[in-house]
């Protein structure tokens, strides 16, 4: 079983704002990492760090973190967001990845 | 920028030795910030991290407790590549393979990911 935890399904309007979280106890200690994966691709990485974008990615994605649960925020869904987010981090120890099981994102 | 390419077969016997190679451009295996990894993901388990080789003034590697005893990823220098060979596999182990560099603690660029099958 993931030590990280993420909503399974989360729906948002097109133009609107959606929060997509995940938690576990490492994230107390450690940033996560996000990512994108659309069918048939690698993941993406869209946010890592404090609130980190890498280049090409839409100012539009952001992230945070408080306590156990970091949080990934899309200002303004567009459709071509609709897809499956995964966050990772190190587990308590330190030396093993850990992913969440994933949030498939459906933008209406 | 980095790119990593993934070879080998899509189908492996149960009980038989999986390997998969990922070749490295843009970096170095030897890089003493960056560290390789492999990571699978399948229908009934999600993404999951298998393990990772990586140098600071020596070799080191971490790998899943899920998966000590069967596993081994070694770096290959005069090839600038790295390599996962996982032992006595079950259909269990049928995914979708990927190997990605990690950079300050983030996963930042991964291969294009290569399904094996489990199968007799």
């Known amino acids: 079983s993931s030590e990280l935890t993420q909503d399974p399904v989360v729906s948002v309007a097109v133009g609107q704002t959606v929060r997509i979280t995940c938690q576990g106890d490492?994230?107390?200690?450690?940033?996560a990492s996000w990512y994108q994966q659309k069918p048939g691709q690698a993941p993406l990485l869209v946010i890592h760090?404090?609130?980190n974008r890498p280049s090409g990615i839409p100012d539009r994605f952001s992230g945070s973190s408080s306590g156990n649960t970091a949080s990934l925020t899309i200002t303004g869904a567009q459709a071509e967001d609709e897809s499956d987010y995964y966050c990772?981090?190190?587990?308590?120890?330190?030396?093993?990845?850990?992913f969440g099981g994933g949030t498939k994102l459906t933008v209406l | 920028q980095v790119q990593l390419q993934q070879s080998g077969p899509g189908l492996v016997k149960p009980s038989q030795t999986l390997s998969l190679t990922c070749a490295i451009s843009?970096?170095?295996?030897?890089?003493?910030?960056?560290?390789w990894n492999w990571i699978r993901q399948s229908p009934s388990r999600g993404l999951e991290w298998l393990g990772r080789?990586?140098?600071?003034?020596?070799?080191?590697?971490d790998y899943a407790l899920s998966m000590r005893g069967r596993i081994a990823i070694d770096p290959d220098t005069s090839k600038n590549e790295f390599s996962l060979q996982l032992n006595s596999v079950t259909p269990e182990d049928t995914a979708v393979y990927y190997c990605?560099?990690?950079?300050?603690?983030?996963?930042?660029?991964w291969g294009q990911g290569t399904l094996v099958t489990v199968s007799s």
């Open positions: 990605a560099r990690d950079l300050s603690a983030t996963l930042h660029s």
């Open positions: 843009g970096d170095s295996v030897s890089s003493n910030s960056a560290a």
């Open positions: 080789t990586y140098y600071r003034s020596k070799w080191y590697n």
């Open positions: 490492s994230l107390r200690r450690y940033y």
């Open positions: 760090g404090k609130n």
């Open positions: 990772n981090s190190r587990d308590s120890s330190g030396n093993q990845w850990v």
